[in-house]
């Protein structure tokens, strides 16, 4: 299983990037998927999640109304749009998978780097 994230890159404060992850060696469509990100000395911290069909979708507080997760199971590709970024957004971004009926992140991408200066 591949999971590979793209789409990072050094944004002003308010501005706009999407990432994106393609997976392969897995049937996407049975796969919840998820972002996660990490900051330079900081935990790991999860983002945003969506279901299987991709109708379903949480968020982190800290980016509830800034950032939207989705996905396209024709591509097998999950996608983060990030709008109205914030200094405090800077950190590696990676993506993950879980079989549909497991709590715990089975598979993960490398991450990409998103930089927001102010």
């Known amino acids: 299983v591949q999971l590979q994230a793209s789409g990072g890159g050094l944004v002003q404060a308010g501005g706009s990037l999407r990432l994106a992850c393609v997976a392969s060696?897995?049937?996407?469509?049975?796969?919840?998927l998820a972002w996660f990100r990490q900051a330079p000395g900081r935990e790991r911290e999860w983002v945003a999640a969506?279901?299987?069909?991709?109708?379903?979708?949480d968020y982190a507080d800290s980016v509830k109304g800034r950032f939207t997760i989705s996905r396209d199971n024709t591509k097998n590709t999950v996608y983060l749009q990030m709008n109205n970024l914030k200094p405090e957004d800077t950190a590696v971004y990676s993506c993950?998978?879980?079989?549909?009926?497991?709590?715990?992140?089975?598979?993960w991408g490398q991450g990409t780097q998103v930089t927001v200066s102010s």
């Open positions: 993950a998978a879980r079989y549909y009926h497991r709590s715990d992140w089975t598979f």
């Open positions: 060696g897995l049937t996407f469509k049975d796969f919840a």
């Open positions: 969506v279901r299987r069909r991709g109708f379903e979708t």
